[in-house]
């Protein structure tokens, strides 16, 4: 079972609709949840970030964590065609001092005009 | 806004040659990273580094990388005898602190992509 699995898409979806991004996970060790933003030939932005479970909002975005069902998501309210990118969630655990991520796949997002 | 920027954003080199990927982290961020993204495939972790040494490695990094901060200012990877497989992006990133730069998020480079042939 692969540590951390994303869908890869692609998602494609009209301006103004909500998007929903899902990972599952394996790893019970992992207590940071992020998501980051990658548009082509650019290193991956930081969009949003959790420690353990709950929900953040941030404008438009919403994270959720669920530690119970190892289950986190990504919710884009009112999606902006700049919003077109590949989303990759990462995941790191609470000990150790560097913090390695462990990154899923990337689900690449068109947002349609 | 404070950038982390690579150079070259492309290096192409012939397998078995040395490559070295130069970074400037933000200047004032203490832990300095590399990840890799073969084309496809996942970010993947190698290396993180800080006050001189590396702190932890991935089972990627095996004895043909290495890192080193040469100046204070820059951050270098390299690969001592390039094969096939090392074709990717690589990235590097920077974080202020270990624990911090996870809150904050780490910030990351445009990438330099390699290919080797």
């Known amino acids: 079972q692969k540590e951390v699995e994303q869908d890869p898409g692609p998602l494609s979806v009209p301006e103004g609709a909500i998007v929903s991004l899902n990972c599952t996970y394996s790893n019970s060790a992992f207590q940071y949840f992020m998501w980051y933003r990658q548009y082509s030939r650019k290193g991956p932005e930081l969009l949003m970030y959790?420690?353990?479970?709950g929900n953040k909002e941030d404008g438009r975005f919403t994270a959720q964590v669920d530690k119970s069902s190892k289950y986190i998501s990504l919710f884009i309210r009112d999606s902006q065609p700049s919003d077109s990118a590949t989303y990759l969630c990462?995941?790191?655990?609470?000990?150790?001092?560097?913090?390695?991520?462990?990154f899923g796949s990337g689900t690449q997002l068109t947002v349609l005009p | 806004e404070p950038e982390v920027t690579q150079t070259p954003s492309h290096q192409v080199t012939q397998m078995g040659q040395e490559v070295i990927l130069r970074c400037v982290p933000i200047?004032?961020?203490?832990?300095f990273y590399w990840y890799r993204q073969i084309l496809g495939q996942k970010v993947e972790f190698l290396v993180s580094f800080y006050n001189n040494e590396i702190s932890e490695k991935s089972e990627i990094f095996d004895d043909q990388f290495s890192v080193e901060r040469p100046d204070g200012s820059n951050f270098t990877l390299k690969i001592r005898s390039t094969k096939l497989e090392d074709s990717a992006m690589y990235f590097c990133?920077?974080?202020?602190?270990?624990?911090?730069?996870?809150?904050?998020?780490?910030?990351f480079g445009s990438g330099t992509r390699l290919t080797v042939v």
């Open positions: 959790t420690y353990s479970s």
């Open positions: 990462a995941m790191s655990p609470a000990s150790g001092s560097a913090r390695q991520l462990t």
């Open positions: 200047s004032n961020h203490l832990y």
């Open positions: 990133a920077s974080s202020p602190s270990g624990r911090s730069g996870v809150s904050r998020g780490y910030t």
